[in-house]
């Protein structure tokens, strides 16, 4: 079984643009969670989507925002770029359905730097 | 809010030497994982511990979950080198799928 995907891996992007990012879950897996990786804070918590509604959000201004298509793919964007977005931005899928395990499995992540 | 404290930050152990890596964490939380990461890479899954009273091992990683304290521990046995890496545990907030890292354990093995 394939696992998570991220796409791409590794992006780098002038401060005042956008990007955005690409996650592709497990085939099968409806839960797509997104968090942001650096050094000074550690991994936090970016936001989730099941069945293409976002149902839980982390603490992050409204710069970052995010999606979920029918095929349960997420993509997440980032506006108006500043240099502290630069991180590891990593995927996890989920299944979220019947009686566990509910594993969590982390995509490759994508490396944004901005300059 | 859930707030997640793991200790040792930084651990540094000979080959063969047993220790333990212990995560807190605030509030009830129904779900507890712990991850492995090497540098540069992504979060590699280890363990996920379900219920008050769990304890799953794999090799030489043994962790355990007791949710009455709001404590893990994930113990190394007989280290070797390749278990050098950063680990979290990371509980789930209960009712969601939001997961709560810890700071990290920086394990380094010595030969």
């Known amino acids: 079984k394939a696992g998570v995907t991220q796409t791409p891996r590794y992006l780098i992007k002038t401060r005042g643009q956008q990007v955005t990012l690409s996650c592709s879950p497990i085939s099968g897996h409806r839960s797509v969670s997104w968090y942001q990786q650096t050094p000074g804070q550690g991994l936090q918590f970016l936001f989730e989507y099941f069945s293409e509604t976002q149902r839980n959000k982390g603490n992050f201004p409204g710069r970052f925002s995010g999606r979920q298509f029918s095929n349960s793919r997420s993509e997440m964007n980032v506006s108006t770029l500043e240099l502290g977005d630069s991180a590891l931005y990593l995927c996890a899928s989920s299944l979220v359905t019947g009686e566990g395990p509910y594993e969590q499995y982390f995509g490759p992540g994508t490396r944004l730097t901005v300059t | 809010e859930l707030k997640v404290e793991q200790n040792p930050l930084f651990l540094s152990m000979q080959e063969g030497k047993n220790y333990t890596i212990y995560c807190n964490y605030s509030t009830t939380s129904d779900r507890l994982y712990w991850y492995r990461q090497d540098p540069g890479k992504s979060l590699e899954s280890l363990f996920v511990?379900?219920?008050?009273?769990a304890v799953k091992q794999e090799g030489r990683l043994m962790a355990s979950l007791d949710t009455k304290a709001r404590l893990s521990t994930l113990h190394i046995t007989a280290a070797v080198h390749d278990l050098s890496a950063t680990y979290f545990c990371?509980?789930?907030?209960?009712?969601?799928?939001?997961?709560?890292f810890g700071t990290g354990t920086r394990l380094t093995i010595i030969p």
């Open positions: 990371a509980p789930l907030n209960f009712g969601n799928e939001k997961l709560t």
């Open positions: 511990l379900l219920s008050n009273g």
